[in-house]
Each structure stands twice: as structure tokens, then as C-alpha cells.
């Protein structure tokens, strides 16, 4: 098994309001990250609740911004330092 493999585990969970305003003003406080999301991710399905996970790099939470566009997987940003990965 992979050190990282925990990483890949929900931490917990939000609603769609808590998530549309955690990735906003995530977006917001980093330059350019919109463009970065338009570009990597597509539009989410209607939900009521999405899963977060945490960010071992910096301690931050990941938070739902999409879907990868080229991969099955879906494309969370991090809350503390804006850096996207694949969940």
C-alpha cells in the first residue's frame, strides 16, 4: 500500500451552498485559479452534499470544483493554497 492512499478518503462532508462558496472564495483569493478550473474540469451534477478531504501538503481542506475533464475522477481544489488535484 502507497503512503498516500488515505489522502484519497473523504474527511467529511458539505452541503452544495457550503461547497459553491468554499470554491468561490477559494477562487477569489487565488489569482488565475478560475482560469485553472475552467480549463481542467467540467460543470458538477445537481447534489445536495459532496465529500471534502484534507490536504496533507499544507493541512488545508479539498473542496469539490468539478469533474476532470480527460480522467474519471473529481477535481477538488484546496481551500488553504489553491492547488487542485483528482479524488
Avoid: F
Avoid at 503512503?3 to 472564495?25: F, G, H, K, L, M
Avoid at 445537481?46 to 473529481?74: F, I, S
Amino acid at each position: 500500500m502507497t503512503s498516500n492512499i488515505s489522502q484519497a478518503y473523504p474527511y467529511s462532508s458539505e452541503t452544495e451552498v457550503e461547497r459553491a462558496d468554499a470554491v468561490a472564495a477559494t477562487v477569489a483569493a487565488h489569482a488565475g485559479l478560475d482560469v485553472t478550473i475552467a480549463g481542467e474540469s467540467s460543470s458538477l451534477d445537481p447534489g445536495e452534499r459532496w465529500w471534502t478531504y484534507h490536504h496533507g501538503g499544507c493541512g488545508g481542506t479539498l473542496h469539490v470544483a468539478g469533474y476532470a475533464r480527460d480522467q474519471h475522477a473529481v477535481y477538488v481544489v484546496c481551500d488553504r493554497c489553491g492547488k487542485t488535484a483528482l479524488r
